[in-house]
């Protein structure tokens, strides 16, 4: 069996965990550069507030109606979805991190007598250590302890926040009340494409009838998804190992630079923790990818990205090389298209080898110096702070954004601790 275990409202939920004054009040919170609302508590969906509205399109009514306004405070986050994630690794070894705030877990190495109980226990504990909510949803396969979940939390006093698909009768009943567009990997484009042909439901994308045209259109993955839904297990949990196949930094700015000297810091900032990254990955890269990306609102051609990549002879996750060319990239991009407001930059290092797996270059190699440079980086900023020890050519803040109603960094940073004051 399996369960997804599903944070309800995140965010916001994270907010109240060090405000309890917040209980029962409607909170949203803001996207990078308090852009638009990624997150709303119960109350502020019942205001009537639209996910991904822009906060400037909705101030006044946030203030009307005495809705609490957060700037994303990913750190804080971060750390309380590592510590659910503890808590869920008490219950079973083979946990599966699918995102901040959800997580698959397979209970084949776990005796559990009472599914139902068990995933009330697994509620219980993360609301006591936490006082995060949460649904779980179980079921004999991954696709259908997601469709188990989504039920849990419409019908939480019918469920107490735990459903559990155990039956045929059951499976049948969940997958006739799922809408298709709420199966899992049913996106927008696929879905009109559904119920231009009658799918309506995850029931009708089950019917045999339709299992030719899914090949077609969704071919194995399709296949696959209609296989989890009608109870045979395929998809297992991916391992918590695995490494990435690329590596992206991207950000939107505060404001938009035409200048290239904030670009470069910009760029080379990204650049830096893409090598970093890498390197915690053991990891080295082949090309160096470098976007920059402009936002007009009144052009047709509102949106529009430019790219230049660059590959080496010589894999590497030296912060040197990788900023370096990075550098080059971008100075190339900004001859072609000088005179544009860049919105946004990015870098991504992609071909991806193993640190171990590496051939050296009899012609062309990297300064073998870089090693022990990279090394003494890491140690250092290990022992006095993250990115203390940088390249001169960044800036001092590693992320520059907008973060106007940012709440403290509770439990990452030693200067921003809960203060009690006793009397």
Known sequence: MYALVDCNNFYASCERLFRPDL????????????????????????????????????????????????????????????????????????????????AFLNFDKVKVADFHD???????????????????????????????????????????????????????????WTAIESVWGIGYRMKKKMVARNIKTAYDFTDVMHEAWIKSQMGVVGLRLRKELLGESVLELEKEDVKKRSIAITRSFPKKLTDLEPLRERVATFAAVCAEKLRKQESCCYTVIVLLGTLEHKTAHSKMYYQEASTLAFATNSTLTITNIALDLLEKI???????????????????????????????EEDPRHLSIMKAMDSLNKKIGERKVRLASQDEKTWNMKQELRSPRYTTSINELMVVKCH
């Open 23 to 102: 209980e029962g009040k409607p909170i949203v919170v803001l996207s990078n550069n308090d852009g638009c609302i990624i997150s709303r508590s119960d109350e502020a969906k019942a205001l009537g507030i639209a996910m991904g509205a822009p906060e400037f399109k909705v101030r006044d009514e946030l203030k009307e109606k005495g809705i609490n306004v957060f700037s994303s405070n990913y750190p804080l986050y971060g750390d309380l979805s590592e510590r659910v994630m503890d808590i869920l690794r008490e219950f079973t070894p083979d946990v599966e991190v699918y995102s901040i705030d959800e």
């Open 118 to 176: 068990y995933g009330l226990q697994m509620k219980s504990k993360i609301r006591r250590g936490l006082s995060i909510p949460v649904c779980v949803g179980i079921a004999p396969t991954k696709a259908l302890s997601k469709v188990a979940n989504k039920i849990a939390r419409k019908f939480p006093d019918q469920t107490q926040g735990v459903h559990v698909i155990d039956s045929e009768k059951k499976r049948i009943k969940a997958l006739k």
């Open 334 to 364: 900004y001859e072609k298209h000088h005179g544009h407001r860049f919105h946004k930059a990015g870098v991504i290092v992609t071909q991806m080898i193993r640190e171990d797996e590496k051939q050296f270059n009899l012609f062309e």
